[in-house]
T-cell receptor, first 114, second 117 residues
Framework: SAVISQKPSRDICQRGTSLTIQCQVD?????MFWYRQQPGQSLTLIAT?????????ESGFVIDKFPISRPNLTFSTLTVSNMSPEDSSIYLC???????????FGPGTRLTVT | AQTVTQSQPEMSVQEAETVTLSCTYD???????LFWYKQPPSRQMILVIR??????QNATENRFSVNFQKAAKSFSLKISDSQLGDTAMYFC??????????????FGKGTRLHILP
């Protein structure tokens, strides 16, 4: 397994601004994933972030809106840019550590856009 | 494309009872993995149990067990002796392959489970 932390745990932001969410893992992992979970809904994958390469975005998500950095094997950031109220969600990062195939999740960041 | 269906949006059971959560999936793959994740109100997603499709034996983790029916593409979760701390949203999930580990996990819509005192 892996211990994952996210910062901030929650934030309230004004529309038009940007927020950067940090994800830190206690061990080196090749793959990190960013998900969005709207209230009461399931998880939707935003992108997969491999260290040393560009993130791979899912359909409906673009780099200009959700730029991702992956500077090393234990850290990643997701930026939500030019926010609107529709971006109000929980954003979660996850990792697939070592030889395991399951994913482990961070505690999430609850974002409210006013 | 793979899909995961959870037909029970919400369930309630009394403490100490046994409850079964249903999940069906659709895939043309022969090798894949199935998971149940739990998300309590605190929102931390926790892996409850996993099943490799090539294994016929049903996975068990303490009070949690699965009934994996590969031909029927069914993967239900049984919680025995349910406890108040089992109150959570439960997600069934599918991943098609471990060889290419950037294969994404497909989640169902979830079942909200309430354990009543």
């Amino acid at each position: 397994s892996a211990v994952i932390s996210q910062k901030p745990s929650r934030d309230i932001c004004q529309r038009g601004t940007s927020l950067t969410i940090q994800c830190q893992v206690d061990s080196q992992v090749t793959m990190m994933f960013w998900y969005r979970q709207q209230p009461g809904q399931s998880l939707t994958l935003i992108a997969t972030a491999n260290q040393g390469s560009e993130a791979t975005y899912e359909s409906g998500f673009v780099i200009d809106k959700f730029p991702i950095s992956r500077p090393n094997l234990t850290f990643s950031t997701l930026t939500v840019s030019n926010m609107s109220p529709e971006d109000s969600s929980i954003y979660l990062c996850s990792v697939a550590p070592g030889s395991s195939y399951e994913q482990y999740f961070g505690p999430g960041t609850r974002l409210t856009v006013t | 494309a793979q899909t995961v269906t959870q037909s029970q949006p919400e369930m309630s059971v009394q403490e100490a009872e046994t409850v079964t959560l249903s999940c069906t999936y659709d895939t043309s793959e022969s090798n894949y993995y199935l998971f149940w994740y739990k998300q309590p109100p605190s929102r931390q997603m926790i892996l409850v149990i996993r099943q490799e499709a090539y294994k016929q034996q049903n996975a068990t983790e303490n009070r949690f067990s699965v009934n994996f029916q590969k031909a029927a593409k069914s993967f239900s979760l049984k919680i025995s002796d349910s406890q108040l701390g089992d109150t959570a949203m439960y997600f069934c999930a599918f991943m098609k392959s471990a060889r290419n580990r950037d294969d994404k996990i497909i989640f169902g819509k979830g079942t909200r489970l309430h354990i009543l005192p």
